[in-house]
């Protein structure tokens, strides 16, 4: 349930903001919490993720003090190296969403998550509460993994974490971390020498297993997945098709994204008299915006509305099928933390031509210049 479900739809209701763009429109309490911001310390999201999340990092490090039975000396290498780039992938989420934000240049002396990189393997181990260690020592500890990593992985590997994926993951960190300057230097690593390619539609990455552009991803199949009763993403974004069309609509529909109309009850007038809708970001030609909503079965569009644009109802056909594989890290990702960094050093040609790079592929009018804002 971490990226099948929680780790990718909890994130994207809490960074919503009041900006009117995301929409919970679902029964669960849990999620509704979330979106309004009035969860409680014992909403069931907020273990669960802590639980699932600390049980894969126990497997993690179960696996590294048990390396020895494996006597193939290049397969220990390659799952010493999978595991830390698992662990690193765990500790960065759990410092995202159960600490404070990493300050660049700061002491990040702040509570962060608790470390614990030895395996637990008792219940006396597991009933002693570590205390928590300091952002600072979790993004430290985090950066130690992904270096280990990238020295252990293949440069190629379709189905599971390769060099090029853990250097993606580092490039992540460093930008969280305002380490612009290493960010860029591991997504231009990963854009010269990783093999990967931009797939001719946005579309194509979500509908094809392992496409091209993909640099890690969760692989799932129709009998192994997330869930298909109230869990997995399709079950959340997708609508429900009453044609029984799995390749467009699959799903409870509980999140959707605004049209070009105030999208809910709950916000103010004020808010709606001012309000510009998700759709309305769109350039006219972009193929991932919703400029031709009544033809459902067009799978180049990622997103369907209702019928029509005014409800304000639009829904994401990235996630249609339980057992479509889950993107995690993607080359698109790499160009535009390289032109974030770009242009944080200054350099307004070369980050226009990346964030060009993405524009063209989806359809939509090439950037004269870039800002910052347009990257952020």
């Known amino acids: 349930r971490l990226y099948g479900t929680d780790l990718i739809l909890v994130p994207e209701l809490l960074g919503e903001q009041g900006a009117g763009y995301t929409i919970w429109n679902g029964s669960f309490q849990n999620y509704n919490q979330l979106y309004r911001r009035t969860q409680i310390s014992t909403l069931s999201?907020?273990?669960g993720i802590w639980t699932q999340a600390y049980n894969a990092?126990?497997?993690?490090?179960?696996?590294l003090a048990n390396l020895a039975v494996v006597t193939d000396a290049g397969q220990r290498t390659q799952f010493e190296g999978e595991v830390e780039f698992i662990r690193a992938t765990m500790y960065f989420e759990l410092v995202r969403l159960y600490a404070q934000q990493y300050t660049p240049g700061g002491a990040n002396a702040q509570d962060g998550v608790p470390l614990n990189l030895t395996a637990v393997t008792t219940t006396e181990q597991a009933d002693t509460k570590l205390p928590r260690s300091t952002v600072q020592q979790v993004y430290a500890q985090i950066i130690t993994d992904l270096q280990s990593a990238i020295q252990k992985l293949p440069t190629q590997n379709v189905t599971r974490a390769s060099k090029y994926s853990a250097e993606a993951m580092l490039a992540r960190v460093y930008l969280q971390q305002g380490?612009?300057?290493?960010?860029?230097?591991?997504?231009n690593d990963v854009i010269?020498?990783?093999?990967?390619?931009?797939?001719?539609?946005?579309?194509?990455?979500?509908?094809?297993?392992?496409?091209?552009?993909?640099?890690?991803?969760?692989?799932?199949?129709?009998?192994?997945?997330?869930?298909?009763?109230?869990?997995?993403?399709?079950?959340?974004?997708?609508?429900?098709?009453?044609?029984?069309?799995?390749?467009?609509?699959y799903g409870r529909g509980d999140v959707y994204i605004s049209g070009v109309v105030a999208p809910s009850p709950y916000y103010s007038k004020t808010f709606a008299d001012n309000f510009t809708g998700f759709a309305a970001l769109y350039d006219s030609l972009d193929t991932r915006g919703p400029d031709t909503l009544t033809i459902l079965s067009t799978k180049k569009l990622m997103y369907i509305s209702d019928g029509n644009n005014k409800t304000g109802r639009l829904r994401t056909i990235k996630w249609r099928t339980y057992g479509q594989n889950i993107p995690i890290i993607r080359l698109a990702e790499m160009y535009l933390i390289r032109a974030e960094a770009e242009i944080r050093a200054g350099q307004t040609s070369a980050a226009t031509a990346d964030v060009n790079l993405i524009r063209n592929r989806s359809g939509a009018i090439a950037k004269t210049t870039v800002t910052l804002n347009d990257v952020l």
């Open 192 to 249: 010269a020498n990783s093999g990967a390619s931009l797939q001719g539609t946005v579309g194509a990455v979500f509908a094809n297993r392992n496409s091209g552009e993909s640099l890690f991803e969760i692989q799932q199949n129709d009998q192994n997945n997330a869930g298909t009763s109230n869990d997995g993403l399709a079950t959340y974004f997708a609508g429900y098709s009453p044609t029984g069309d799995q390749n467009v609509l």
């Open 57 to 63: 990092i126990n497997q993690c490090n179960l696996v």
């Open 179 to 187: 380490n612009y300057t290493a960010a860029r230097t591991m997504a």
């Open 45 to 47: 999201n907020a273990q």
